[in-house]
């Protein structure tokens, strides 16, 4: 018997995705759950070698959001290629730039081996070097979205730290990104990373259409007595630029282990969100 509902349908009126009215209601809760595979995933085994991984899942859900199925998605800092899997499975092509070529090539092997046997992909391309010289080969306003999560400074090198001792030097993880002095993470000064960050971003910006979108996840921190706003002091650069901020999502980790930060001396959170920066090109 033939039923009588009919299949949601997407608004005509709807320039920006290919959600539905209830989907889109879903998406604009502006607290997310982080979504993983679990560290004893297979396909995990990749994800998990970058000092600071981050889950195409999470990146899927902004590029449903935030794009259109055939759409062009660039992720200016690639790493292992998170954005470009979601692309893959999501129906979009993706553009990666990534400094190290070592990560380039995990890339590579993680969308030849983590991806449905069988699947039609659009293009995803990897080029290697530096994000703010790749980012003048690209056409101006030929990229739907741009999202990364861009470098966290220096703050991978903290490797007294019980999370980073526990979790990635105790298991003969990498701790940071490497030692190129194009990595604007290895700059020493704060004030100036964000400064170049902002202008990085900014350059790879030429290429993204009128009124489309950038999002960025990203972690506040502390390094030693102060605590850094990272979200914030990125908004604030990348509006000097022309962008205006739309969205400021939290991303809840509650998979994370606690440490005894401060104990017995002074209250230190342990921080089990990121933020989800999601800015408008004006």
């Known amino acids: 018997m033939a039923s009588n509902e009919e299949e949601p349908r997407v608004s005509p ?8 009215s209830k989907e889109w209601l879903s998406e604009s809760v502006s607290v997310w759950t982080q979504r993983g595979l ?20 999470d990146v899927a859900r902004l590029i449903r959001m935030l794009s259109k199925q055939g759409g062009r998605v660039l992720d200016p800092f690639s790493g292992v290629g ?26 590579r092997v993680r969308l030849a081996t983590e991806l449905p046997q069988g699947l039609e992909t659009l293009p995803q391309t990897i080029y290697e ?13 030929s990229v739907d979205l741009i999202v990364t999560s861009p470098p966290y400074w220096g703050i991978l090198n903290k490797k007294a730290d019980h999370k980073v001792k526990t979790e990635r030097v105790d298991r003969g993880l990498a701790t940071n990104y490497g030692d190129d002095s194009r990595d604007l993470g290895n700059i ?5 990373f964000i ?20 999002a960025l996840i990203v972690g506040d921190f502390r390094h030693k007595s102060r605590y850094y706003m990272f979200h914030a002091d990125i908004v604030n650069s990348l509006e000097r630029y022309g962008y205006t901020l739309q969205a400021m999502n939290v991303l809840y980790q509650r998979h994370k282990r606690v440490f005894p930060y401060g104990y017995p001396y002074a209250y230190v959170p342990n921080v089990h969100h990121q933020n989800i920066v999601i800015l408008r090109k004006v």
């Open 13 to 20: 009126k709807n320039t920006l995705n290919h959600l539905t």
């Open 38 to 57: 679990g560290a004893a995933h297979a396909e995990a085994a990749i994800e998990k070698l970058h000092p600071a991984p981050f889950s195409y899942q």
């Open 82 to 107: 998170s954005t470009l899997k979601a692309c893959a499975l999501e129906g979009r092509e993706g553009i990666g730039f990534e400094l190290y070529p070592h990560f380039a090539e995990l890339t």
């Open 129 to 141: 070097g530096d994000a703010r010289i790749l980012a003048s080969k690209l056409e101006e306003g």
């Open 188 to 192: 020493k000064d704060y004030d100036e």
């Open 195 to 214: 400064e170049e960050l902002g202008a990085t971003l900014a350059a790879c910006g030429q290429a993204l259409k009128h009124k489309g979108y950038m």
